[in-house]
């Protein structure tokens, strides 16, 4: 025992190494409650930042999928909004062709006035030159002197019947105090030379007035035939010699009289005027009759286009480029119709002056001795 209190004793008298100056298991201790604690705190915020980052991932995940879930709502709106407006495009323009097929197919008013005036112009033309034509061939056997004519009796008698038909419808003041004839009316004195009776009025209302049209172009053109060749003046050798020039004379005659009996073919009271015709004559203050004439309903016909109202409206609410081009159509239609009439016109006025042509060259041929006659003896 006393040994064993002595190893004791010099186990505590021992010295220390030089580093031992504090109790270490109180450190280790402390450094082990430190690490613990720092454990537990890493524990705890690792516990706190997964439940808050699975939070977020859950909370993400919902949003995601709901933006997801928006954008495909969003896509399926616009393609359904796309569908629509397809749709709606497409009915669109399906009215809109159907419309224009039926304003293409949809005849206009004025399509329908148009063609009227139009019949009505050309039914006149042709009657106007059925007018003609008959004054043409009575004229001609005047002209010609045919039988039963005055000038087949002599060119006294054709002279003598020209004044009796003065005379009879249009004794002028002088003449009737001279004691020929009885004074005629106002609108008849002296008609035969005037030009506004074959020209002035637009239609010849009534025979009077076509008679009176007429005997003026006959005053200007030829006021009464030559004497017939015929007897002994037509079998002699100067009646013979006589004969060409006789026909030339009747040839440019009947021409002239055709150019006015033309005209007085276009002024004739020949076809029914239509109801936009008749309106238009109101409107310009013409009297207004049931009867036109060529000239009456073709001017009529392109006054209403020209100034008038109905016209014009028409024009404005057609609902269409086609009714447009029908109209410009219808107005080229118009125009070419009036200038055959004018063709048919230069045709005369080329054949008038063809025959003043050949009038020049006979006067330049008479200064020349004429060519001996040969004999009929053959040699």
């Known amino acids: 025992m006393i040994a064993a209190f002595a190893f004791g004793l010099g186990v505590l008298a021992a010295p220390r190494p030089a580093y031992a100056l504090f109790d270490s298991g109180a450190i280790v ?77 949809a005849v206009n008013r004025q399509d329908c006035l148009n063609l009227e005036g139009g019949q009505a112009a050309v039914v006149a033309a042709r009657n106007g030159g059925d007018v ?40 002028s003041d002088a003449e009737a105090d001279a004691g020929v004839c009885s004074l005629a009316n106002e609108d008849q004195r002296d008609a035969d030379q005037n030009v506004g009776s074959l020209l002035s009025t637009p239609v010849y209302t009534d025979k009077t007035a076509i008679t009176r049209a007429n005997d003026y172009a006959t005053t200007l053109i030829q006021p009464f035939a030559p004497a017939a060749l015929r007897g002994s003046n037509l ?27 033309d005209i007085v073919g276009w002024h004739a009271n020949t076809v029914t005027l239509s109801t936009a015709q008749k309106a238009e004559a109101t409107r310009e203050g013409i009297r207004n009759t049931d009867v036109g004439s060529e000239y009456e309903a073709t001017e009529l016909e392109i006054n209403r286009k020209y100034s008038g109202t109905d016209w014009q409206a028409d024009l404005q609410a057609m609902p269409s ?31 008038m002056e063809a025959d003043r042509l050949a009038i020049e060259a006979e006067h330049r041929l008479r200064p020349v001795s004429p060519m001996p006659v040969p004999t009929t003896t053959l040699q």
């Open 321 to 351: 480029p086609k009714s447009v081009l029908i109209q410009i159509a219808m107005l080229d239609s118009q125009r070419n119709w009036l200038l055959w009439q004018q063709y048919k016109l230069d045709q005369q006025r080329a054949l």
């Open 235 to 261: 079998t002699s050798i100067e009646g013979q010699a006589a004969l060409p020039g006789r026909r030339s004379y009747n040839a440019a005659i009947s021409l002239a009289q055709h150019v006015g009996d």
């Open 132 to 171: 003609a034509a008959a004054l043409d061939k009575g004229k001609d056997l005047r002209a010609q002197a045919h039988k039963g004519t005055p000038a087949w009796e002599g060119a006294g008698q054709a002279a003598q019947a020209a004044n009796n038909n003065h005379f009879s419808l249009y004794c």
């Open 29 to 105: 201790a402390a450094i082990g409650a430190l690490q613990g604690a720092m454990d537990s705190v890493i524990k705890a915020t690792s516990s706190a930042l997964n439940s808050s980052l699975g939070l977020i991932n859950g909370s993400l995940g919902s949003g995601f999928t709901q933006l997801s879930n928006y954008m495909k709502a969003q896509v399926g709106a616009q393609e359904q909004i796309s569908d629509a407006n397809n749709l709606v495009q497409a009915r669109l323009a399906r009215d809109v062709r159907n419309a224009e097929q039926r304003d293409n197919h």
